[in-house]
Protein backbone atom coordinates (compact mmCIF):
# COMPACT_ATOMS: atom_id res chain seq x y z
CA UNK A 1 0.00 0.00 0.00
CA UNK A 2 2.50 2.67 0.90
CA UNK A 3 4.53 1.72 -2.05
CA UNK A 4 1.84 2.66 -3.85
CA UNK A 5 1.33 5.86 -2.61
CA UNK A 6 5.45 6.72 -3.02
CA UNK A 7 5.44 5.64 -6.42
CA UNK A 8 2.22 7.87 -7.12
CA UNK A 9 4.24 10.86 -5.35
CA UNK A 10 7.25 10.25 -7.22
CA UNK A 11 5.55 9.68 -10.78
CA UNK A 12 3.68 13.15 -10.35
CA UNK A 13 6.56 15.10 -9.05
CA UNK A 14 8.70 13.50 -11.96
CA UNK A 15 6.12 14.07 -14.79
CA UNK A 16 5.57 17.73 -13.73
CA UNK A 17 9.56 18.53 -14.08
CA UNK A 18 9.73 16.85 -17.36
CA UNK A 19 6.98 18.07 -18.83
CA UNK A 20 7.36 21.85 -17.30
CA UNK A 21 11.29 21.62 -18.19
CA UNK A 22 10.11 20.42 -21.83
CA UNK A 23 7.80 23.83 -22.02
CA UNK A 24 10.07 25.58 -20.34
CA UNK A 25 12.81 24.59 -23.13
CA UNK A 26 11.18 25.89 -25.97
CA UNK A 27 12.19 29.03 -25.38
CA UNK A 28 15.73 28.27 -25.89
CA UNK A 29 16.86 30.77 -28.67
CA UNK A 30 13.56 32.84 -28.52
CA UNK A 31 13.99 34.17 -25.14
CA UNK A 32 13.49 37.71 -24.69
CA UNK A 33 17.22 38.84 -23.99
CA UNK A 34 20.08 36.67 -24.56
CA UNK A 35 21.10 36.75 -20.87
CA UNK A 36 17.48 35.63 -19.88
CA UNK A 37 17.13 33.40 -22.43
CA UNK A 38 20.51 30.89 -21.31
CA UNK A 39 19.20 31.18 -17.62
CA UNK A 40 15.66 30.19 -18.43
CA UNK A 41 17.44 27.24 -20.54
CA UNK A 42 19.79 26.31 -17.49
CA UNK A 43 16.41 26.42 -15.39
CA UNK A 44 14.30 24.07 -17.91
CA UNK A 45 17.50 22.21 -18.41
CA UNK A 46 17.74 21.61 -14.62
CA UNK A 47 14.41 20.67 -14.36
CA UNK A 48 14.74 17.83 -16.79
CA UNK A 49 17.49 16.57 -15.02
CA UNK A 50 15.85 16.56 -11.93
CA UNK A 51 12.99 14.36 -13.44
CA UNK A 52 15.54 11.82 -14.20
CA UNK A 53 16.53 11.61 -10.55
CA UNK A 54 13.11 10.67 -9.50
CA UNK A 55 12.73 8.52 -12.39
CA UNK A 56 15.74 6.59 -11.22
CA UNK A 57 14.07 5.98 -7.77
CA UNK A 58 11.01 5.21 -9.45
CA UNK A 59 13.26 1.97 -11.78
CA UNK A 60 14.77 1.28 -8.62
CA UNK A 61 11.74 0.83 -7.12
CA UNK A 62 10.51 -2.08 -10.61
CA UNK A 63 9.50 0.45 -12.68
CA UNK A 64 10.81 0.75 -16.18
CA UNK A 65 14.17 2.49 -17.33
CA UNK A 66 14.39 6.56 -16.95
CA UNK A 67 14.04 7.01 -20.78
CA UNK A 68 11.05 4.25 -21.20
CA UNK A 69 9.03 6.31 -18.84
CA UNK A 70 9.77 9.63 -20.21
CA UNK A 71 9.26 8.42 -23.60
CA UNK A 72 7.17 5.53 -24.17
CA UNK A 73 4.02 6.89 -22.88
CA UNK A 74 0.98 8.11 -23.71
CA UNK A 75 -0.50 11.72 -22.33
CA UNK A 76 -3.00 9.83 -20.52
CA UNK A 77 -0.74 8.12 -18.54
CA UNK A 78 1.02 11.05 -17.42
CA UNK A 79 0.08 12.20 -13.67
CA UNK A 80 1.53 16.22 -14.07
CA UNK A 81 -0.93 18.94 -13.29
CA UNK A 82 -2.62 21.05 -16.32
CA UNK A 83 -0.48 23.82 -15.62
CA UNK A 84 3.09 22.68 -16.47
CA UNK A 85 1.15 21.42 -20.05
CA UNK A 86 -0.50 24.87 -21.06
CA UNK A 87 1.54 26.40 -24.03
CA UNK A 88 4.24 29.07 -23.43
CA UNK A 89 2.09 31.59 -24.61
CA UNK A 90 3.65 34.85 -24.01
CA UNK A 91 6.62 35.60 -21.97
CA UNK A 92 4.11 37.26 -19.05
CA UNK A 93 2.47 33.47 -18.82
CA UNK A 94 5.65 31.65 -18.88
CA UNK A 95 7.46 33.68 -15.71
CA UNK A 96 3.79 33.52 -13.93
CA UNK A 97 3.95 29.82 -14.37
CA UNK A 98 7.42 29.65 -13.28
CA UNK A 99 6.84 31.68 -10.32
CA UNK A 100 3.99 29.84 -8.89
CA UNK A 101 4.87 26.24 -9.89
CA UNK A 102 8.84 27.01 -8.24
CA UNK A 103 7.04 27.76 -4.99
CA UNK A 104 5.68 25.11 -4.63
CA UNK A 105 8.57 22.51 -5.54
CA UNK A 106 10.69 24.37 -3.03
CA UNK A 107 8.73 23.59 -0.56
CA UNK A 108 7.33 20.34 -1.32
CA UNK A 109 11.60 19.52 -1.58
CA UNK A 110 12.10 21.40 1.81
CA UNK A 111 9.15 18.99 3.17
CA UNK A 112 10.46 16.41 1.37
CA UNK A 113 13.79 16.53 2.97
CA UNK A 114 12.26 15.23 6.25
CA UNK A 115 11.25 12.48 4.40
CA UNK A 116 11.25 9.00 5.85
CA UNK A 117 11.90 7.55 2.82
CA UNK A 118 16.01 7.95 2.47
CA UNK A 119 16.23 7.77 -1.06
CA UNK A 120 13.85 10.87 -1.31
CA UNK A 121 14.48 12.85 1.36
CA UNK A 122 18.23 12.71 0.46
CA UNK A 123 17.59 14.01 -3.12
CA UNK A 124 15.31 16.59 -2.34
CA UNK A 125 18.00 17.68 0.25
CA UNK A 126 20.41 17.73 -3.15
CA UNK A 127 17.89 19.27 -5.25
CA UNK A 128 17.17 22.50 -3.06
CA UNK A 129 19.94 24.36 -4.03
CA UNK A 130 19.06 24.23 -7.83
CA UNK A 131 15.43 25.47 -6.81
CA UNK A 132 16.46 28.02 -4.53
CA UNK A 133 17.63 29.74 -7.78
CA UNK A 134 14.71 29.08 -9.56
CA UNK A 135 12.71 30.89 -7.29
CA UNK A 136 15.39 33.86 -6.61
CA UNK A 137 14.98 34.01 -10.20
CA UNK A 138 11.53 33.89 -10.72
CA UNK A 139 11.08 36.23 -7.29
CA UNK A 140 13.06 38.55 -9.29
CA UNK A 141 11.45 39.16 -12.70
CA UNK A 142 7.84 39.28 -10.74
CA UNK A 143 9.01 42.23 -8.09
CA UNK A 144 10.46 43.95 -11.18
CA UNK A 145 7.77 43.82 -14.07
CA UNK A 146 4.92 43.38 -11.21
CA UNK A 147 5.43 47.17 -10.03
CA UNK A 148 7.48 48.55 -13.75
CA UNK A 149 4.68 49.59 -16.38
CA UNK A 150 1.14 49.58 -16.91
CA UNK A 151 1.92 47.27 -19.68
CA UNK A 152 3.92 45.11 -17.66
CA UNK A 153 1.77 45.05 -14.79
CA UNK A 154 -1.33 44.03 -16.61
CA UNK A 155 -0.12 41.25 -18.34
CA UNK A 156 1.53 39.51 -15.36
CA UNK A 157 -1.83 39.74 -13.80
CA UNK A 158 -3.76 38.98 -16.72
CA UNK A 159 -1.36 36.26 -16.36
CA UNK A 160 -1.69 35.38 -12.62
CA UNK A 161 -5.86 35.12 -12.86
CA UNK A 162 -5.73 32.48 -15.46
CA UNK A 163 -2.69 30.57 -14.51
CA UNK A 164 -3.79 30.82 -10.41
CA UNK A 165 -6.79 27.68 -10.78
CA UNK A 166 -4.28 25.60 -12.89
CA UNK A 167 -1.69 26.58 -10.20
CA UNK A 168 -4.22 25.16 -7.06
CA UNK A 169 -4.41 21.99 -9.18
CA UNK A 170 -0.57 20.48 -8.18
CA UNK A 171 -2.38 20.46 -5.01
CA UNK A 172 -4.58 18.00 -6.06
CA UNK A 173 -5.31 15.08 -3.41
CA UNK A 174 -4.37 11.72 -3.81
CA UNK A 175 -6.45 8.89 -2.42
CA UNK A 176 -3.20 8.11 -0.49
CA UNK A 177 -2.48 11.46 1.38
CA UNK A 178 -3.09 9.58 4.71
CA UNK A 179 -0.79 6.87 4.24
CA UNK A 180 2.13 9.21 3.31
CA UNK A 181 0.86 11.11 5.90
CA UNK A 182 1.44 8.85 8.19
CA UNK A 183 3.63 7.11 7.32
CA UNK A 184 6.05 10.36 7.50
CA UNK A 185 6.98 9.97 3.70
CA UNK A 186 5.74 13.39 2.89
CA UNK A 187 3.01 15.79 5.02
CA UNK A 188 0.52 16.11 2.40
CA UNK A 189 -0.95 18.24 -0.51
CA UNK A 190 -3.19 20.53 1.56
CA UNK A 191 0.01 21.45 4.29
CA UNK A 192 2.01 22.18 1.20
CA UNK A 193 -0.94 24.05 -0.49
CA UNK A 194 -1.05 26.72 2.69
CA UNK A 195 2.80 26.89 2.74
CA UNK A 196 2.93 27.97 -1.17
CA UNK A 197 -0.05 30.61 -0.65
CA UNK A 198 1.95 32.51 1.90
CA UNK A 199 5.01 32.15 0.30
CA UNK A 200 3.57 33.56 -2.72
CA UNK A 201 1.09 35.87 -1.03
CA UNK A 202 4.43 37.62 0.05
CA UNK A 203 6.11 38.35 -3.06
CA UNK A 204 2.99 39.57 -4.81
CA UNK A 205 2.62 42.10 -2.06
CA UNK A 206 5.68 43.85 -2.84
CA UNK A 207 4.53 44.56 -6.36
CA UNK A 208 1.12 46.37 -7.41
CA UNK A 209 -0.43 43.00 -8.20
CA UNK A 210 -3.06 41.17 -6.63
CA UNK A 211 -3.51 37.59 -5.69
CA UNK A 212 -6.90 36.18 -7.25
CA UNK A 213 -8.58 34.51 -3.73
CA UNK A 214 -7.15 30.88 -3.37
CA UNK A 215 -10.94 30.38 -1.43
CA UNK A 216 -12.73 31.65 -4.49
CA UNK A 217 -10.84 30.40 -7.25
CA UNK A 218 -11.58 26.50 -8.26
CA UNK A 219 -8.60 24.42 -8.87
CA UNK A 220 -8.05 23.17 -12.15
CA UNK A 221 -7.79 19.18 -11.11
CA UNK A 222 -8.02 15.72 -13.46
CA UNK A 223 -4.10 15.90 -14.14
CA UNK A 224 -2.85 13.73 -11.67
CA UNK A 225 -5.31 11.28 -12.98
CA UNK A 226 -3.98 11.38 -16.50
CA UNK A 227 -6.87 13.93 -17.52
CA UNK A 228 -5.08 16.47 -19.38
CA UNK A 229 -5.73 19.22 -21.99
CA UNK A 230 -5.58 19.03 -25.63
CA UNK A 231 -2.19 20.34 -25.58
CA UNK A 232 0.42 17.40 -23.97
CA UNK A 233 -0.36 14.51 -26.36
CA UNK A 234 1.77 17.08 -29.19
CA UNK A 235 3.98 17.75 -26.31
CA UNK A 236 4.97 14.11 -25.54
CA UNK A 237 5.24 13.36 -29.28
CA UNK A 238 7.55 15.58 -30.27
CA UNK A 239 9.84 15.33 -26.85
CA UNK A 240 9.58 11.45 -27.97
CA UNK A 241 10.65 12.22 -31.77
CA UNK A 242 14.19 10.98 -31.68
CA UNK A 243 13.82 8.18 -29.01
CA UNK A 244 11.33 6.87 -31.35
CA UNK A 245 13.39 6.48 -34.53
CA UNK A 246 16.29 5.67 -32.56
CA UNK A 247 15.96 4.16 -29.05
CA UNK A 248 19.96 4.13 -29.00
CA UNK A 249 20.77 7.37 -30.01
CA UNK A 250 23.40 9.45 -28.04
CA UNK A 251 25.33 12.40 -28.50
CA UNK B 1 10.03 27.72 -46.52
CA UNK B 2 9.39 26.19 -43.43
CA UNK B 3 12.19 26.10 -40.66
CA UNK B 4 13.57 22.87 -39.08
CA UNK B 5 12.43 23.60 -35.79
CA UNK B 6 8.54 23.19 -35.04
CA UNK B 7 8.85 25.63 -32.94
CA UNK B 8 9.77 28.64 -34.87
CA UNK B 9 6.82 27.59 -37.29
CA UNK B 10 4.39 27.10 -34.54
CA UNK B 11 5.35 31.17 -34.67
CA UNK B 12 3.66 31.59 -38.06
CA UNK B 13 6.24 34.97 -38.30
CA UNK B 14 5.50 36.73 -41.20
CA UNK B 15 7.31 36.42 -44.21
CA UNK B 16 8.30 40.06 -44.32
CA UNK B 17 9.19 41.42 -41.15
CA UNK B 18 12.20 43.31 -41.21
CA UNK B 19 11.08 47.16 -41.53
CA UNK B 20 8.40 46.60 -38.53
CA UNK B 21 11.16 45.34 -36.28
CA UNK B 22 13.90 47.77 -36.56
CA UNK B 23 15.24 48.50 -33.25
CA UNK B 24 16.13 51.80 -31.66
CA UNK B 25 19.41 53.05 -31.05
CA UNK B 26 20.87 52.69 -27.76
CA UNK B 27 18.05 50.28 -26.62
CA UNK B 28 20.19 48.07 -24.86
CA UNK B 29 20.03 47.73 -20.72
CA UNK B 30 23.18 49.11 -18.76
CA UNK B 31 26.22 46.52 -18.40
CA UNK B 32 27.22 44.80 -14.92
CA UNK B 33 30.40 43.36 -14.65
CA UNK B 34 30.77 39.85 -13.12
CA UNK B 35 32.93 38.36 -10.47
CA UNK B 36 32.84 34.88 -9.58
CA UNK B 37 34.75 32.92 -7.25
CA UNK B 38 35.72 29.47 -8.18
CA UNK B 39 36.43 27.82 -5.25
CA UNK B 40 36.32 28.29 -1.51
CA UNK B 41 39.17 30.53 -0.07
CA UNK B 42 39.98 31.44 -4.32
CA UNK B 43 40.19 34.94 -5.14
CA UNK B 44 36.94 36.16 -7.19
CA UNK B 45 38.35 36.86 -10.56
CA UNK B 46 36.26 39.14 -13.34
CA UNK B 47 34.21 36.18 -15.92
CA UNK B 48 32.48 38.51 -18.00
CA UNK B 49 29.62 41.41 -18.43
CA UNK B 50 25.64 40.99 -18.18
CA UNK B 51 23.20 43.12 -19.60
CA UNK B 52 20.65 44.18 -16.85
CA UNK B 53 17.93 47.25 -15.31
CA UNK B 54 19.29 46.67 -12.07
CA UNK B 55 21.65 44.65 -9.32
CA UNK B 56 18.62 41.98 -8.95
CA UNK B 57 18.27 41.33 -12.19
CA UNK B 58 22.15 41.48 -13.08
CA UNK B 59 22.62 38.97 -10.42
CA UNK B 60 20.41 36.29 -11.72
CA UNK B 61 21.74 36.37 -15.25
CA UNK B 62 25.22 36.61 -14.01
CA UNK B 63 24.72 33.32 -12.01
CA UNK B 64 23.84 31.58 -15.39
CA UNK B 65 25.75 33.21 -17.81
CA UNK B 66 29.30 32.81 -16.03
CA UNK B 67 28.96 29.84 -13.17
CA UNK B 68 27.10 27.46 -14.61
CA UNK B 69 30.12 25.11 -15.64
CA UNK B 70 32.51 23.75 -13.51
CA UNK B 71 32.60 24.40 -9.87
CA UNK B 72 31.18 27.91 -7.79
CA UNK B 73 31.23 29.41 -4.28
CA UNK B 74 30.37 32.95 -4.59
CA UNK B 75 29.25 35.56 -7.26
CA UNK B 76 29.81 39.44 -7.47
CA UNK B 77 28.43 41.86 -9.89
CA UNK B 78 28.49 45.56 -10.13
CA UNK B 79 27.40 48.21 -12.68
CA UNK B 80 30.10 48.69 -14.88
CA UNK B 81 30.09 52.75 -14.25
CA UNK B 82 31.33 52.20 -10.62
CA UNK B 83 34.24 50.83 -11.82
CA UNK B 84 36.86 52.47 -11.97
CA UNK B 85 40.00 52.09 -14.21
CA UNK B 86 43.97 52.55 -14.20
CA UNK B 87 45.84 52.86 -17.46
CA UNK B 88 46.86 49.84 -18.72
CA UNK B 89 50.45 49.56 -18.96
CA UNK B 90 52.91 48.11 -21.83
CA UNK B 91 55.96 45.92 -21.33
CA UNK B 92 55.40 44.10 -17.95
CA UNK B 93 55.69 47.61 -16.27
CA UNK B 94 53.44 47.88 -13.23
CA UNK B 95 50.61 50.83 -13.10
CA UNK B 96 52.02 51.30 -9.27
CA UNK B 97 54.86 52.59 -10.83
CA UNK B 98 53.43 56.11 -11.64
CA UNK B 99 51.35 56.05 -8.43
CA UNK B 100 53.18 58.19 -5.64
CA UNK B 101 53.79 56.33 -2.16
CA UNK B 102 52.72 59.62 -0.09
CA UNK B 103 49.11 59.75 1.03
CA UNK B 104 48.74 63.58 0.63
CA UNK B 105 45.54 63.83 1.34
CA UNK B 106 44.34 65.01 4.38
CA UNK B 107 40.77 63.71 4.35
CA UNK B 108 40.12 60.47 6.78
CA UNK B 109 37.46 59.01 5.25
CA UNK B 110 36.86 55.42 5.56
CA UNK B 111 34.99 54.20 2.56
CA UNK B 112 35.94 50.39 1.79
CA UNK B 113 37.09 49.91 -1.71
CA UNK B 114 37.71 46.40 -3.53
CA UNK B 115 41.31 45.84 -5.53
CA UNK B 116 42.07 44.27 -8.76
CA UNK B 117 44.74 43.43 -10.55
CA UNK B 118 44.84 42.40 -14.41
CA UNK B 119 48.53 40.03 -14.33
CA UNK B 120 48.55 39.19 -17.80
CA UNK B 121 47.01 40.43 -20.99
CA UNK B 122 44.53 38.96 -22.25
CA UNK B 123 43.40 37.33 -18.41
CA UNK B 124 40.86 38.10 -16.38
CA UNK B 125 41.28 40.64 -13.79
CA UNK B 126 41.73 38.92 -9.90
CA UNK B 127 40.76 40.35 -6.64
CA UNK B 128 43.70 41.51 -4.52
CA UNK B 129 42.07 42.40 -1.64
CA UNK B 130 40.26 45.58 0.37
CA UNK B 131 41.56 49.24 1.37
CA UNK B 132 39.93 51.77 3.36
CA UNK B 133 40.35 55.02 1.47
CA UNK B 134 38.84 58.56 1.46
CA UNK B 135 38.20 58.58 -2.13
CA UNK B 136 39.40 56.21 -5.27
CA UNK B 137 43.03 58.08 -5.86
CA UNK B 138 43.80 57.35 -2.00
CA UNK B 139 42.53 54.09 -2.25
CA UNK B 140 45.19 53.54 -5.39
CA UNK B 141 47.68 55.24 -3.12
CA UNK B 142 46.62 52.34 -0.82
CA UNK B 143 46.74 49.45 -2.77
CA UNK B 144 50.09 50.18 -3.78
CA UNK B 145 51.40 49.38 -0.07
CA UNK B 146 48.88 46.73 0.16
CA UNK B 147 49.51 44.57 -2.80
CA UNK B 148 52.17 45.57 -5.02
CA UNK B 149 54.44 43.36 -4.29
CA UNK B 150 54.80 40.46 -6.49
CA UNK B 151 53.36 40.18 -10.19
CA UNK B 152 53.18 43.49 -12.01
CA UNK B 153 50.06 45.14 -12.48
CA UNK B 154 49.34 45.61 -15.77
CA UNK B 155 45.85 47.38 -15.42
CA UNK B 156 43.90 47.93 -11.72
CA UNK B 157 40.53 48.38 -11.19
CA UNK B 158 38.38 49.91 -7.76
CA UNK B 159 35.37 49.29 -6.82
CA UNK B 160 33.55 50.70 -3.88
CA UNK B 161 32.81 47.34 -1.96
CA UNK B 162 29.04 49.10 -1.25
CA UNK B 163 28.37 48.90 -4.72
CA UNK B 164 29.07 45.60 -5.27
CA UNK B 165 26.34 43.06 -5.18
CA UNK B 166 26.98 39.70 -4.00
CA UNK B 167 25.71 36.37 -3.48
CA UNK B 168 25.05 35.29 0.16
CA UNK B 169 26.73 32.57 2.42
CA UNK B 170 23.16 30.83 2.36
CA UNK B 171 23.05 31.18 -1.54
CA UNK B 172 25.90 28.77 -1.78
CA UNK B 173 23.73 25.76 -1.93
CA UNK B 174 22.74 27.06 -5.77
CA UNK B 175 25.65 25.85 -6.60
CA UNK B 176 26.18 22.39 -4.97
CA UNK B 177 24.82 20.58 -8.00
CA UNK B 178 27.08 21.65 -10.49
CA UNK B 179 30.25 19.42 -10.29
CA UNK B 180 27.56 16.70 -11.75
CA UNK B 181 26.40 18.76 -14.59
CA UNK B 182 29.61 17.46 -16.59
CA UNK B 183 26.84 17.54 -19.79
CA UNK B 184 27.53 20.83 -20.44
CA UNK B 185 30.92 20.99 -21.00
CA UNK B 186 31.52 19.90 -24.64
CA UNK B 187 34.29 17.64 -23.87
CA UNK B 188 31.80 15.64 -22.07
CA UNK B 189 30.35 14.23 -25.34
CA UNK B 190 33.54 12.94 -26.76
CA UNK B 191 32.44 14.41 -30.13
CA UNK B 192 35.73 14.10 -32.28
CA UNK B 193 35.85 10.12 -30.90
CA UNK B 194 32.51 9.85 -32.12
CA UNK B 195 33.39 11.12 -35.65
CA UNK B 196 36.50 9.49 -35.45
CA UNK B 197 34.20 5.90 -35.32
CA UNK B 198 31.76 7.15 -37.56
CA UNK B 199 34.52 7.73 -39.82
CA UNK B 200 36.17 4.50 -39.90
CA UNK B 201 33.02 2.73 -40.09
CA UNK B 202 31.88 4.10 -43.10
CA UNK B 203 35.30 3.30 -44.53
CA UNK B 204 35.40 -0.51 -43.46
CA UNK B 205 31.28 -0.80 -44.86
Redesign the interface.
Known sequence: MTEIALKELLYKIADDQLILGHRNSEWTGLGPLLEEDIAFSSMAQDKVGQSHAFYAILHELGESEPDTIAFMRNADQFHNCQLVELPNGEYDFSLIRHFLFDHAELIRFQMLAESSYEPLSLLAKKLQGEVRYHVMHANTWIKQLGSATDESIKRLQGSLDFALPYALGIFELSPHESSLIDNKIFAGEDALKARWLESIEKVISETQLNLPDATVASPVLGGRTGLHTEHLQPLVEEMSEVFKIDPSADW | MKSL????NR?NLPDNWSSELEKEELDQ?ATYEVFVQPKEGKPYQHEGI?????E??A???A???FS?RNTCTGLWVCATQNVMVSELTEAGKSVYEDVSDQNTSQSNGNDKFEVFHLLKRGKQHIHMGRVEAANYDEALIHAKAAFSEGKPALNVWIVKSGHIFHSTLE???????LPE?KF?DAIA?KAMD?IKKFKEEQAAS
Open positions: DPRVLLVHASNDMFVFKEQRDVVIWHTKRYK
